[in-house]
């Protein structure tokens, strides 16, 4: 069955400079949402779109934005990288807005 | 708003033997529970979901569930734990919007 593909799979950046992540869903999924989970932590919510609008906004800094698009793929840009943004990246979809959520592989981000 | 409690940060058990992993959850009203499993740097794969109905749910490889709402719990169960199931697992509460909360995460360790 297919998955959520994330893209990449690993990313290193630098301070100060813009990364961007992205997520395909399932297909026929039509949400999209975005977790951060740092080194040892659980994942912390971020954001979500629901057919293509913004649904719920959880801990995401101003300096990320993301979108979802006319394909149900989703984007999460990240500018003026700090090394607290390393992290794992996960992308989950799901059906609606109260479906499980199927969790991607993740991008791991590393800002040196 | 939901919480997640995960009382034991590590469990180490035999090879063979049963397992309980413990989650308590915050929430004023009937909550969606899960139960995911990290293995070390990757995603998060579902074991198992609770919505409504029976309160013992079955899961991929010989997890279940059960969820008690007079305890506010919904503890993992395994008869008999294979080597391969040491990971993290990671309770979670949805509410039906898009804001899933996770624990802490217990780390499983098995001994040969």
């Known amino acids: 069955a297919a998955g959520v593909i994330q893209s990449p799979r690993h990313l290193i950046k630098e301070k100060r400079e813009t990364a961007t992540l992205k997520c395909y869903p399932i297909?026929?999924?039509?949400?999209v949402y975005w977790y951060q989970q740092g080194p040892g932590q659980d994942p912390q919510f971020l954001i979500s779109?629901?057919?293509?609008?913004?649904?719920d906004k959880g801990s995401i800094p101003d300096r990320f934005s993301a979108q979802q698009f006319s394909d149900y793929h989703s984007e999460l840009n990240m500018s003026s990288l700090e090394l607290g943004d390393s992290a794992l990246y996960f992308c989950?979809?799901?059906?609606?807005?109260?479906?499980?959520?199927?969790f991607g592989p993740g991008t791991r981000l590393t800002v040196l | 708003a939901q919480s997640v409690t995960q009382p034991d940060i590590h469990i180490t058990v035999s090879e063979g033997a049963s397992l309980e992993l413990r989650c308590n959850y915050s929430?004023?009203?009937?909550?969606?529970l899960f139960w995911y499993v990290q293995s070390p740097g990757q995603g998060l794969q579902l074991l198992l979901k609770y919505f409504s109905g029976d309160t013992l749910v079955q899961g991929i490889k010989g997890f279940e569930a059960e969820f008690k709402r007079s305890q506010s719990s919904f503890n993992l169960r395994k008869p008999s734990v294979h080597w391969s199931d040491a990971a993290e697992y990671f309770c979670a509460v949805g509410a039906g919007n898009n804001d899933m909360r996770f624990g802490a995460g217990t780390r499983l360790t098995v001994k040969p």
């Open positions: 779109f629901y057919e293509k609008m913004q649904s």
């Open positions: 929430y004023g009203a009937t909550p969606y």
């Open positions: 989950a979809s799901g059906r609606g807005r109260t479906d499980t959520q199927y």
């Open positions: 297909p026929r999924h039509d949400t």
